[in-house]
């Protein structure tokens, strides 16, 4: 097969992962309720809970 | 405003302030397209003289929308300036790619849904309802973000290699460059939010941990690296459910019996409806890793079948 017959993948431009904070926030927030407890750290995140959604 | 009303006002508005910068050569479309998340709807951007376009997520530029379409716009026409020097390197990306002794360095393993459309002519390996393929990062191309090409059959038959080899390039790249790492979910929580003043227990009792690559980046695929499951029993010190938080990162939870699949699956399922964007998605369930007979299955079989052990011994 000659190189120029082939269909190339379109290559994608990923933008760097922005959302890691508030989805691992998120899944902390929500496995620390679902285990019926909350930690301190996990306590203390949870008033900080609106200023994610608004910064991320 | 709705999605479809949306998406109409913002391609006129996009064609209009095109026209008004007096962009030539550059078209504008919509079409749906195969991604590895599915399928998309994109504005695509179709340049003269160039096979490589630019496709923008409509879905998510409407889920941004804030009332302010103008900045919305104004932003992707300034994208679109910005790369409009991809004709002049269409020529060595393309080189690049078929290039198989310049690509092998940058093969790399990456982790997509199983049902992805992307699958029906590109080499993969399931790993329950999920699909490992061999991603090519192809380097010097974007100034935000990275570059990437998924192989596809055509490309490996073309490298004359077999899918094998392809993946053992893949996994070897992988280990090398971006290691395995582990880190306690809460703790990389409070770093990310850089709370500084946030009361961190000396004792937290981790339960929780994330598993990806040091650059987090695709970092989901690491559950394919040869030394995974072991270092993963060693860090959760036994069985774990694994959570497919995104394409780039696992959360693995200890199986203490304090959870149970069920509940797992529903918090995915709303995080997944929720917070992910489509193309961060990986998977709808978690799964469960048994130390002892080294089995990784669907969460729900296990806790069925440990169930149904439970009432036999009775």
């Known amino acids: 097969m000659r190189s ?53 | 405003m709705e999605y479809d009303e949306f998406k109409k006002m913002f391609m006129e508005e996009v064609e209009h302030e095109i026209k008004a910068r007096i962009i030539e050569g550059v078209t504008i479309s919509n079409e749906e397209i195969r991604s590895p998340e599915g399928m998309t709807d994109r504005l695509i951007v179709k340049m003269e003289n160039s096979n490589i376009s630019m496709a923008f997520r ?8 804030d009332g302010r379409l103008d900045v919305q716009v104004e932003g992707l026409v300034d994208t679109i300036q910005e790369n409009m020097n991809v004709r002049e390197k269409e020529a060595d990306v393309k080189s690049f790619i078929m290039d198989f002794e310049r690509a092998k360095d940058h093969l790399h393993l990456r982790l997509i849904p199983g049902d992805s459309p992307a699958l029906s002519d590109t080499p993969h390996v399931m790993i329950e309802d999920m699909a490992l393929v061999s991603n090519l990062d192809i380097v010097g191309f974007a100034e935000d973000g990275r570059t990437c090409a998924i192989i596809c059959d055509a490309l490996l038959a073309h490298y004359g290699i077999s899918k094998d ?48 690559n040091t650059s987090g980046f ?37 199986d203490d019996g304090g959870i149970n699949a069920k509940t797992l699956n529903a918090v995915i399922r709303d995080v997944n409806k929720n917070t992910l964007k489509p193309k961060d998605r990986l ?32």
Do not use: W
């Open chain 2, 58 to 65: 409509l879905q998510e530029i409407y889920e941004d929308y």
């Open chain 2, 218 to 254: 695709n970092g989901a695929s690491v559950i394919a690296y040869p030394d995974f499951y072991e270092k993963a029993v060693e860090t959760m010190g036994g069985s774990f459910y694994m959570i497919p938080s995104s394409v780039h990162e696992f959360i693995l939870i200890k």
């Open chain 2, 283 to 314: 998977s709808s369930q978690c799964y469960h890793y048994d130390a002892k007979t080294k089995k990784l299955e669907q969460g729900l079989k296990f806790d069925k079948r440990i169930k149904e052990k439970k009432v036999g011994a009775r």
């Open chain 1, 4 to 56: 120029e017959e082939i269909r190339i993948p379109e290559p994608e431009i990923i933008a760097e992962d922005t959302d890691k904070g508030k989805r691992l926030f998120v899944y902390a927030s929500a496995l620390s309720e679902a285990r019926g407890k909350s930690s301190g750290l996990m306590a203390e995140l949870e008033k900080t809970k609106n200023a994610v959604g608004e910064n991320a």
């Open chain 2, 165 to 212: 080899e392809l993946f053992e390039i893949a996994r070897d790249n992988s280990v090398a460059m971006e290691p395995l790492k582990f880190e306690a979910l809460e703790h990389k929580v409070a770093s990310l939010l850089q709370e500084e003043d946030i009361y961190v227990p000396v004792d937290m009792n981790n339960t929780a941990y994330i598993a990806t």
